[in-house]
């Protein structure tokens, strides 16, 4: 199936269960986007793949890459990490509701006499939240912090650094997942 279809089907499927509100629609677009997702995935290693098994070759001759092909080894390490940490634009957001989550549980336990049986779940409601949110920051910042390990260490390649280049290209070629 063509990849314009597929991503025109996501959105379709988005469009769908933000019209019927329903659970059930928000899972189905949830499954419809995690397969176009692993499809624009198996798209970019098939059509990249023989450029980054010379690339592979290169290292391990311990010949010099070029810029071209460095940026394909940065498109394959880390591009999900920059693509993600360019688009995402709720961290602030979700900064600012881990502090409003902070408070609220803050301001409910001093209010609350004893842990009584409605105190305690809007506490539990809170929490919640705030794992989710929590998670959604960590899952940024650890994108981040890989965009940060690749830098450094692809800044002057010696032997060690290109053995383990080599090793994540190879494994990024043999799993399903790229």
Same mark, same amino acid.
């Given at each position: ?15 769908? %269960? ?5 659970? *059930?629609?928000? %899972? ?7 397969? $176009?997702? %692993? ?8 059509? $990249? ?12 001759? *311990?010949?010099?890459? $070029? ?83 690749? =830098? *450094?260490?692809? =800044? ?7 053995? $383990? ?11 399903? *997942?790229?």
């Amino acid at each position: 199936m063509q990849l314009k279809l597929l991503v025109t089907q996501a959105v379709q499927s988005a469009q769908e %269960a933000g019209q019927s509100g329903s659970a *059930d629609a928000y %899972a189905n677009a949830a499954r419809v986007w995690s397969e $176009t997702e %692993a499809a624009l995935r198996e798209h970019i290693q098939r059509t $990249t793949r023989p450029n980054i098994e010379a690339v592979i070759r290169k290292l391990r001759n *311990d010949q010099s890459l $070029t810029a071209e092909e460095m940026a394909l080894v940065r498109l394959w390490v880390i591009g999900d990490a920059e693509s993600y940490t360019r688009a995402e634009q709720e961290v602030h957001g979700w900064m600012n509701e881990v502090k409003r989550l902070t408070t609220a549980l803050r301001e409910t336990v001093q209010a609350a006499k004893a842990m009584e049986t409605a105190p305690t779940f809007h506490l539990k409601a809170l929490l919640h939240d705030g794992v989710r949110v929590l998670w959604d920051l960590h899952h940024y910042l650890e994108q981040q912090a890989r965009i940060k390990r690749f =830098q *450094d260490a692809t =800044q002057e390649l010696d032997a060690e650094e290109r053995r $383990t280049l080599i090793d994540i290209l190879v494994g990024k070629i043999r799993s399903p *997942d790229f």
